[in-house]
């Protein structure tokens, strides 16, 4: 809708200076709404026109603004040419602003923003999002945490954008540990229970060595048992000597051994499975290294037959990506046993997926120790002729540092969920907000899971940021909780309604505050546009927050009780177009509303 505005500010600055106004229409933004109100609705920065040749100058900035200003004529929509500090404001007649923008979000509350104009170039067809990738049998650390929720985001935004989303989760399903599960497994576990109750046989916790072994493999199990499983191998010699013996077996694919790590692996899913599903997070497919051991052997001969993988002096097998032949940056692809790398599986699972989802774009998430991993396969791929490397990204984020539960430093993922739940709990407990919920748990527990996610959302991703429990969790302040709140408390003004809110008569909505809430509601695209581009969550936090501020004021000073009734109609309409782009401004971000709270 903030188009029909837009195209109606660029008819009048085209007319003016004898241009088409498509060329000028990307040219317009809506005006932030801050502390202050407004000058105006939209603008356009003149020295932008300048540089797009769109306007000649006339003497100094100053001078140019005012010269156009005059020459722009208003019209029913645009109401007024303000100049100012080298823009040009446009006021919109509110009365319009109000009834268009009221009435498209009645129509099509989800279409709303995302179908904007705006973004139409960002509708690339397929994208494959690849994220979450935990190592199964190593601890699932707050990185994977932070991967996880990032790119749920993105595949969220991407698909809300119009595009068709694949969802790859690459599981580091490969490597030493499952020879440490392995060789503890043949020592202490048992086939037919593991056969007969998979699940129950992993948590049993009295059946001696095996679970120690195998709880290694699921992503719940506790600390300590963990801990334990990796310093016995440290401290134990033989311990170590049967993990690699178990592990050669699994290279040299001796069907007794592939059948076990096929159990744990499954296993492991199921598990993952059921924590994604708390995190309200799903998978297309469930990929990992072990998938592409074989073709990696494909992936070295196309690098001989191209002449680009050379022999190091040290009998490693390396690609020179310099730009001058120089060796000052390579990368190696087999190591000197003839093994393959973390890196040779990423380029043989690149190929593969461009073969099996024929994607228009790909992107990896992960944290920022593996940007120069991700330079160097895009580079690989490059060389080997595959121009869509092009539309490969890495999405990079920094650290989180303390992240940490009543139990100690925090090793897994379902730790964090039960730490924010119970910790929810005793706030709501305290503030005895949970009486009449049904599922106080379940609510507690997504009020926690979105205090994480504003918190992790906040800044710039590539930011390392400290962890604090209390401030994550507080209620006021720009906070998960405080989004929820605003949602349940819409909810709730939006429930007291018997009969369907109508509303012909705009005019209630034509004051400061009303207004506030339609010239942001105005900038929604906008944002959207942002977040497709750099792929960073914080201008849609940001914007949900300002939305939730505004909300705030205007529950106390558009009251709906006591007003006639045309008053409390229009101002219902505005609460409820406000709710579902609060809600659905949430959901993109990867979380779920709650009603009550
Ligand atoms: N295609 C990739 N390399 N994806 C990232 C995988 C992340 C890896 N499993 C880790 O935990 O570090």
């Known amino acids: ?41 939209l603008r356009v920065s003149v020295s932008h026109l300048l540089q797009s040749g769109a306007v000649r100058p006339d003497g100094d900035l100053q001078n140019t603004t005012h010269t156009l200003a005059r020459q722009i004529r208003t019209d029913a929509v645009v ?17 319009l602003l109000a009834q268009k923008l009221l009435d498209q979000l009645r129509s099509d509350p989800d279409g709303f923003g995302v179908k904007s104009e705006i973004l139409r170039q960002l509708r690339v067809g ?8 935990p190592n199964i049998a190593k601890k699932f650390h707050a990185g994977h945490l932070r991967s996880t929720i990032i790119g749920n985001f993105i595949a969220n935004l991407k698909k809300a954008l119009g595009n068709e989303v694949i969802r790859v989760n690459y599981l580091g399903d490969w490597g ?83 059948e076990l790590w096929r159990h744990f692996r499954e296993i492991t899913i199921h598990e993952y499975k059921r924590i994604y599903q708390r995190l ?62 973390y890196i040779t599986r990423d380029v043989a699972a690149a190929l593969d997926r461009k073969q099996r989802f024929s994607f228009d774009e790909m992107i990896y998430v992960t944290d920022k120790s593996q940007t120069m991993h991700f330079q160097q396969l895009f580079r690989i791929l490059q060389a080997m002729g595959h121009q869509w490397a ?80 209390d401030k994550v969790l507080q209620a006021q302040g720009d906070t998960g909780v405080f989004l929820q709140y605003t949602h ?16 012909s008569d705009f005019s209630p909505l034509t004051d400061s505050r009303s207004v506030s809430l339609l010239q942001h509601l105005l900038r929604y695209d906008e944002v959207l546009l942002q977040c497709a581009t750099d792929l960073q969550p914080k201008h849609l936090v940001n914007f949900l927050m300002t939305l ?39 959901r993109i971000l990867g979380i779920t509303p709650v009603d009550k709270m």
């Open 79 to 95: 109401e007024e040419i303000i100049p100012g500090r080298g823009v040009i404001h446009f006021r919109l007649n509110k009365l």
């Open 548 to 586: 939730s501020h505004l909300v705030a004021s205007a529950h106390r000073e558009l009251p709906v009780k006591g007003s006639s009734e045309a008053v409390a109609q229009a101002r219902l309409c505005l609460f409820s177009s406000v709710h579902s782009v609060l809600a659905n401004g949430m």
């Open 390 to 469: 092009g539309s490969c990204h890495h999405v990079a984020f920094g650290l989180v540092q303390g992240m940490s539960t009543r139990r100690g430093e925090v090793l897994f993922l379902e730790d964090v969920l039960e730490e924010a739940q119970s910790r929810m709990i005793h706030n709501m407990r305290q503030s005895r907000t949970s009486k009449e919920l049904e599922d106080p748990e379940l609510t507690a527990e997504r009020i926690g899971i979105s205090a994480l996610i504003v918190q992790d959302f906040k800044g710039p991703l590539i930011s390392d940021y400290r962890f604090e429990w």
């Open 280 to 341: 309200g997070v799903e998978f297309d497919h469930y990929s990992g290294e072990s998938f592409h051991r074989a073709e990696t052997q494909t992936v070295l001969d196309e690098l001989r037959s191209r002449c680009l993988l050379k022999t190091s002096q040290k009998g490693t097998g390396v690609v020179d990506l310099s730009d001058k032949g120089d060796m000052s940056n390579y990368a190696t692809l087999v190591r000197s046993d003839g093994t393959s790398l």
């Open 1 to 41: 809708m903030a188009c029909f505005f837009r195209r109606s500010a660029a008819l009048q600055l085209a007319k003016a200076c004898g241009q088409n106004e498509e060329t000028l229409i990307p040219l317009i933004s809506v005006a932030p709404v801050n502390k202050k109100q407004s000058v105006a609705d």
């Open 176 to 258: 030493m540990q499952f020879g440490l599960l392995g060789s503890g497994f043949e020592r202490f576990g048992s086939q037919e229970k593991l056969r007969t109750q998979p699940l129950e046989h992993l948590f049993e916790s009295s059946v001696g060595g095996c679970c120690v072994y195998l709880y290694g493999s699921a992503v719940c199990v506790r600390p300590q048992v963990y801990v334990q499983v990796n310093r016995e191998a440290e401290s134990d010699a033989s311990v170590r000597s049967a993990a690699a013996h178990f592990f050669r077996r699994l290279e040299q694919s001796e069907e007794q051994a592939l």
């Open 126 to 133: 397929r994208t494959l999002v690849e994220f979450s990738s």
């Open 488 to 503: 349940a408390r819409l909810c709730s003004l939006l429930r007291q309604q018997d009969c369907e809110i109508s509303c």
